[in-house]
């Protein structure tokens, strides 16, 4: 199993900055593409930024420009820094990876628990 953990969560008025980090552990034999999702209330969890193990990024529209994620292959983090943030951007955020957790396993796909932060006007 691989553990996912979130922090960096909080409150932010809009226009802010915030960078979330996940880190992971547990039985990795290769760690595959790492992101980042988001839910807000009442809606669907959604993709907001995967990185690859070669650093390649690719964003959801709502926050291409703002966000930039990142990734660290020897500590087994993610990171998500996020700038110009808007009430839209409050949601719970999940990290998120697939990964291989012995030799010629499949990929499994792992999540957080989520952390949250809330953007006011």
């Known amino acids: 199993q691989v553990q996912l953990v979130e922090s960096g969560g909080g409150l932010v008025q809009a226009g802010g900055s915030l960078r979330l980090s996940c880190a992971a552990s547990?039985?990795?034999?290769?760690?595959?593409?790492m992101g980042w999702y988001r839910q807000a209330p009442g809606k669907q969890r959604e993709l907001v930024a995967t990185?690859?193990?070669?650093?390649?990024?690719t964003y959801a529209d709502s926050v291409k420009g703002r966000f930039t994620a990142s990734r660290d292959n020897a500590k087994n983090m993610v990171y998500l820094q996020m700038n110009d943030l808007k009430p839209e951007d409050t949601a719970s955020y999940y990290c998120?990876?697939?990964?291989?957790?012995?030799?010629?396993?499949?990929?499994?796909?792992?999540w957080g628990q989520g952390t949250q932060f809330t953007v006011s006007s």
């Open positions: 998120n990876c697939i990964a291989q957790t012995y030799h010629g396993s499949p990929n499994f796909n792992f």
């Open positions: 547990g039985s990795i034999f290769e760690m595959d593409v």
């Open positions: 990185v690859t193990p070669d650093s390649t990024t």
